[in-house]
């Protein structure tokens, strides 16, 4: 099983193949090709200004792959993630919002009530205005003539 230096110089190496080369990450980098070539062969490990200067000239390079093997996500899919959060935030509060019915249930000629309703959608039955109507408030309505025709959502 491979050391944990090892492992480091492989993905180092392989994060250096895939840019060009020794002699490409080089000239881009400023670190010498022949001291890239060395710390192959000799089995070196990165030092922390090195894993710097790549850092600062690619903006694709992941050091926390490079020492650890585990991808970072890129900062671009951080704030997608943070803005669809917000939408989904904001949006279930608009259902929230929508799901508060106020219904006003006639219980006979001397006037009426009024229900604050805030239930899961999926508790819903619709009456024949379209109006929600969750089935726990039904539940204490049993044995009352409202008129309503019911049908579940």
Sequence with gaps: MENIKE???QRLLEFIELKGGFYVVGEVTGVSPQSLYTMRKRGGTPNSEML????????????NHILTGRRSVPVSELLRAELELSRLKSDMMDLQQTNKVFLQVALGKSGGEAYALDCPPELYLRDIEGSDIPMAFLDSLVGRNLGLTLSVK
């Design 52 to 63: 710097a200067v790549f850092a600062e000239c690619y903006p694709d390079f992941d050091a």
């Design 7 to 9: 492992k480091i110089l």
